[in-house]
């Protein structure tokens, strides 16, 4: 029989999925585990999986088109197998008996299939139009009918399938009139969300960044010493990112105000610290939340770290672990940049930017040394706090990194 | 609501005036002759109550096959009560038009209308002029023959369609120049009550616009009716005072003395003598320029029918008016011409809609064809009419049906199914199960459509 593949639901907050990318189309064959399409939720980005061997029988939901978790979105199935129109139609049907979720562990079990708005029973169209539709994976709901009653007509199809093709090529005119080339993407899924969120971040708070440096010439010999024992003992690498992540722990509990987010003219003060940690992904990026980091000991954040960042890059992440955060840390290190100005998460009032170390001669009194330097970029919202003591936050962060014994405690 | 004005009172306009009445307009409409225009009163009336004379006329011919047996040499066709029967019919639409202006209070203006200003008319009607003025006006003044630059119609001997339905006597012998709709159709009415017509036709088929099988099978039973056809053919001079004709068909020159001429080159939309060049509405020789609410350039003022070129049927005049009246009214309508059926009342009769095989081939390279021949159909032998086929264009990767021809026996009712498939986009799997009623001609068109899907079951 046929295994329907739907949108996973990825967290309880999910309203919607977008299939980024179908690998395989309408008579393909494949076997169990072969990646089939790249999903995008609002908040990460994921592979969908064959659930079984076989071939695909039919897609239902066209790239780029939102719909809600557990809708179906193909079937794989034996290569003469007929779908009947049951099987068709269980989109509008809540919780599809044969379902075959996307075969990922997910962190909550899909819940009932919300009903589309317009269901492909109910949508009005041609036979032809319909056809065309489904062989060019159109999702019918999303085409506008012009023919009676807001009937779908072929030529309706058509008009989608030649905005398509301009949207994918380059617009005549605009060669015309320069040599230039462009090229336009869909701002869609994980992208929508990132470009949203950040320029409202922008425009409804006062940010602020300042720059300090730190000294880990010892943090990073006190690394090299115990990242051994560590691994050893809890099967941890350590990285110089979890000691930051430590130091920015015991540092927002000395600084409060840091530890907190405006909203609704109000600064709500957290006593928990859900420390935010952005990680880049293919596609756009995800911020994981280490919930309780003030719990943690160095190696349980480094641990927790390490397992919530593996769950994004593998698209595994469930929302809760990406929401709620009180303060975030952005890194850019890795790409050798120095300093940098991060944006706020918002509503949250800071976030440290980590840049990339450098070996550089400092004076140690009289004498010059070889030494490691770390930029750090605070971003704060200014309505929350002033320079000052942004300023004492990042010195204590700075503080403690360059006295790292602390940080083991 | 503001007046609106119509000009012309055929099939664009009378439709026209009474959807804008029914919106609730203040209508008039204007017409220098009779309501109904060219198809009640020169064109698609009269046309198919001689074809019906002609028709009933070969069916009684036939009666012996039907085991009746009657004096057939004493079976004539008495030409005056041809024309009442066409008359009669032809006065009775008429009458029913003006019954239908009056009861969507319509008021109707005798005369010829040009426009003064955009927003005013000038009616005359014989000697007097009046003027109207109206907020926004529908311009469906039709078309009229086209004429030969070399053979002006004298209405004595090199006649148009409107004067050939009204001659005195049936012709004894009758040339037609144009081998198109019209031209076949007086073709197959003269031929049938037994005069002796010629055809010549420039292009290499009769009805260009149709499959060449198709206008072939024409050929041959017109010519069994004893028509001369000449295709690829040109005619060279027209010579009225000895009624004689020169035409060349292969190199060779041909003469030809007959009782007339009929002249149907096609029909040029009647532009000139409206006006429209005084108030800046767009038109060429081709018809008024519009939009795809039957909008000219001048926003207030709306072409449709005949004059505006394109498709000259008067389904599609009614269509046209429909939509220039609505949009008129605030309906923002557009026209939708997704599937005309064309129909030509020959004997057999000729119905397509879509695509010939040609156009098909053109689009789409390969295409599938389904036929299924009359002669293989029950009902068909019955009334002793096999002639003809249906054939079906299916366009090979989603099976779209894009073209459906019929040659035969009532094809013009039978391509209302063809109509139906078009319009609403059919593939030919939705109509496998389709069930044709047993026996009819209908049953054809099911036998095509599952041969373009090899799976035909009685051929
Ligand atoms: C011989 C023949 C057979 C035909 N058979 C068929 C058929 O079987 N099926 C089919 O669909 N079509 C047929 N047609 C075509 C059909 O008749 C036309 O397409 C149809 O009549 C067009 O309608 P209309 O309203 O646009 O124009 P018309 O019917 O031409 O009407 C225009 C009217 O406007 C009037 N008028 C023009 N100018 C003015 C003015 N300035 N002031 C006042 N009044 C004016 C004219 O007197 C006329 O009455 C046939 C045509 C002919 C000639």
């Not at chain 2, 049936?170 to 120049?177: E, G, K, R, T, Y």
């Not at chain 2, 879509?354 to 098909?360: I, P």
């Not at chain 2, 078009?422 to 199960?433: I, K, P, R």
Request: hydrophobic share 40%; aromatic share 4%; glycine share 8%.
């Amino acid at each position: 029989m046929a295994a329907e593949v739907v949108m996973p639901k990825l967290g309880l907050a999910m309203k919607e999925g977008t299939v980024s990318t179908w690998n395989k189309k309408v008579g393909d064959s494949v076997s169990k585990g072969d990646m089939i399409a790249s999903i995008n939720s609002e908040k990460i980005e994921m592979e969908i999986e064959a659930p079984q061997d076989g071939v695909i029988l039919d897609i239902l939901v066209q790239e780029d088109v939102g719909v809600p978790p557990g809708t179906i979105i193909c079937y794989v199935g034996n290569p003469n197998e007929q779908l009947t129109e049951q099987s068709r139609s269980a989109n509008e049907l809540q919780a599809p008996k044969n379902e075959v979720a996307a075969t990922i562990s997910l962190e909550e079990p899909p819940v009932n299939a919300t009903p589309s708005k317009k269901s492909k029973e109910t949508v009005r169209i041609s036979p032809i139009a319909k056809k065309i539709a489904e062989s060019e994976n159109i999702n019918i709901e999303t085409i506008k009918g012009t023919g009676p009653k807001g009937r779908i007509t072929k030529a309706d199809v058509e008009k989608v399938l030649t905005e398509r093709a301009s949207e994918a090529s380059y617009s005549p005119s605009e060669i015309d009139t320069s040599s230039i080339k462009k090229e336009t993407l869909p701002v869609a899924g994980m992208r929508k969300v990132i470009a949203g969120r950040m320029h409202n971040s922008l425009l409804n708070s006062a940010q602020l960044t300042i720059n300090m440096k730190a000294d880990v010439t010892d943090l990073l010999s006190l690394q090299r010493e115990i990242k051994d024992v560590i691994h050893q003992r809890h099967e941890v690498k350590i990285s110089l990112t979890d000691f930051i992540a430590r130091a920015v722990v015991l540092s927002l509990q000395e600084h409060k105000q840091m530890n907190s987010a405006y909203m609704d003219n109000e600064i709500h003060l957290y006593h928990h610290i859900h420390l935010g940690m952005a990680v880049a992904l293919e596609n756009g990026l995800v911020v994981l939340v280490m919930q309780h980091a003030e719990k943690m000991s160095l190696v349980e954040l480094a641990a927790e770290i390490k397992t919530r960042a593996a769950d994004a890059r593998q698209g595994q992440l469930g929302t809760d672990r990406m929401q709620g955060s009180t303060f975030t840390i952005t890194n850019l290190g890795a790409y050798g940049v120095e300093y940098f100005t991060p944006v706020l998460n918002p509503p949250e009032t800071g976030i440290l930017g980590v840049g990339a170390t450098e070996d550089v001669p400092i004076y140690k009194g009289d004498e010059l040394q070889r030494r490691s330097v770390l930029p750090l970029s605070l971003t704060f919202d200014h309505r929350v706090l002033d320079g000052a003591p942004a300023a004492n936050f990042l010195g204590t962060i700075k503080q403690y990194l360059e006295q790292p014994i602390l940080l083991l405690l | 609501m503001k007046p609106l004005v119509v000009i012309g009172g055929g099939p664009a306009g009378y439709v026209a005036a009474i959807t804008a009445a029914r919106q609730g307009k203040q209508v008039t409409l204007i017409e220098q002759k009779d309501l109904g225009g060219t198809c009640l009163n020169e064109g698609c009336m009269p046309t198919k109550s001689l074809l019906a004379s002609a028709e009933a006329y070969e069916k009684i011919k036939q009666a012996e096959q039907f085991g009746i047996t009657l004096p057939l040499e004493q079976v004539k066709i008495n030409w005056d009560g041809v024309q009442h029967h066409k008359t009669t019919i032809v006065k009775k639409l008429v009458q029913g038009i003006g019954y239908l202006m009056k009861k969507n209070k319509i008021k109707v203006m005798k005369g010829e209308a040009s426009f003064l200003t955009n927003h005013r008319l000038a009616v005359q009607n014989e000697n007097q002029v009046e003027e109207v003025e109206a907020e926004q006006f529908i311009i469906a003044s039709g078309s009229e023959p086209a004429s030969l630059p070399f053979a002006p119609f004298d209405g004595k001997w090199i006649i148009h369609s409107g004067q050939a339905m009204s001659l005195p006597a049936i012709p004894s012998s009758l040339l037609i120049v144009g081998g198109g709709v019209i031209g076949c159709e007086f073709a197959s009415i003269y031929s049938q009550m037994g005069a002796k017509v010629t055809i010549v036709e420039a292009a290499d088929q009769l009805l260009p616009g149709e499959d060449a099988d198709i206008a072939f099978t024409l050929q041959e039973e017109l010519e069994k009716k004893g028509v001369a056809i000449y295709t690829s053919a040109s005619l060279t001079e027209m010579q009225p005072e000895y009624k004689t004709a020169l035409f060349k068909h292969k190199e060779e020159l041909h003469e030809l003395q007959v009782d007339y001429a009929l002249i149907s080159i096609g029909r040029k939309p009647r532009v000139l003598g409206l006006g429209l060049e005084k108030i800046g509405v767009h038109f060429s020789k081709q018809g008024i320029d519009v939009n795809e609410h039957m909008q000219t350039n001048v926003p207030n003022i709306y072409a449709c029918g005949d004059v505006v070129g394109g498709i000259q049927l008067a389904h599609v005049a009614f269509h046209e008016g429909t939509v220039a009246a609505l949009d008129a009214c605030g309906k923002d309508k557009n026209v939708n011409y997704r599937a005309v059926p064309r129909c030509i009342y020959t004997h057999p009769e000729i119905a397509s809609v879509g695509m010939t095989e040609k156009q098909a081939r053109q689009e789409y390279g390969d295409v599938r064809i389904g036929e299924f021949s009359f002669t293989a159909n029950g009902k068909a032998m019955i009334t002793n009419e096999p002639i003809g086929k249906v054939k079906v264009i299916v366009e090979p990767q989603f099976n779209e049906i894009i073209g459906l021809s019929i040659i035969g026996s009532h094809a013009t009712e039978l391509i209302g199914q063809g109509t139906v498939m078009l319009h609403g986009e059919l593939t030919t799997d939705v109509m496998e199960d389709f069930i044709a009623a047993h026996p009819t001609l209908s049953e054809a068109i099911h036998e095509a459509l599952l041969h373009s899907a090899g799976q035909a079951v009685h051929s």
